[in-house]
Every structure is written in C-alpha cells, then in structure tokens.
C-alpha cells in the first residue's frame, strides 16, 4: 500500500495563493498518475487536477488558469500551486495517486491521502 501525506492547506484571504504538496511513500512501486481532488461542505468531491507519469496534465474548467499541477518523480511528490483563490475553492483537498506494484504486474492501483483544509475568505 502506498501511504500520501499532503500539506500546504490553511486559510487564505480571496485573491491569495496557496501550494499544497502530497509525498507518496511505500515499497516496489511506480506511480501512474497523482491527482488532486477537492469536497466542499454538502457537496461531491471532484477532481481538480491531474498530471500522468508523462507529466500531461488535466484541470477542471473551475481552476484551469490559475492552478498548476506537478510532479517530482524523484521524490514522489506532487504539488498543485493555486493561484487567486476564490471562496468557492474552499475545500478539503485530496490527494490520490494511481500506482503499479512490482509484485503485481499489470494491476493498477489507487490511495487517497488523508485530505487537508483550504479556507478561503472573502
């Protein structure tokens, strides 16, 4: 199983920036691809961002142009750089990474992170 710790939430005025990181640690494992997702109070969690082992990337129409997804392969960690936020970005953010383990050729894999906060006020 691999194990994702995020960090880099807190509450921020409208108009401000935020990075979040999430560091992927476990054993005999490649990762496919990592995503950021984010649920709001009363709400589905949704996907943010996506960036694959190739480093293509995918956003949703609510952050495309002011958030920025990356990865650092060596470390295993990816970061999503937010841009002027908005209230209605204000979420606990996921983590999740899809993976392959060397014990299990083909099979794919998925772990989400424990989520963290990002409050955003007006």
């Known amino acids: 199983q691999v194990q994702l710790v995020e960090s880099g939430g807190g509450l921020v005025q409208a108009g401000g920036s935020l990075r979040l990181s999430c560091e992927a640690s476990g054993s005999a494992f490649s990762i496919a691809d990592m995503s950021w997702y984010r649920q709001a109070p009363g709400k589905k969690r949704e996907l943010v961002a996506v960036i694959s082992s190739d480093s293509s990337t995918n956003y949703a129409d609510s952050v495309k142009g002011r958030s920025t997804i990356s990865r650092d392969n060596a470390k295993n960690t990816v970061y999503l750089q937010m841009n002027s936020l908005k209230p209605e970005d204000t979420a606990i953010y996921y983590c999740?990474?899809?993976?392959?383990?060397?014990?299990?050729?083909?099979?794919?894999?998925?772990?989400w992170g424990q989520g963290t906060q990002v409050t955003v006020s007006s």
């Open positions: 999740n990474a899809r993976y392959y383990k060397r014990s299990y050729p083909g099979a794919l894999f998925a772990s």
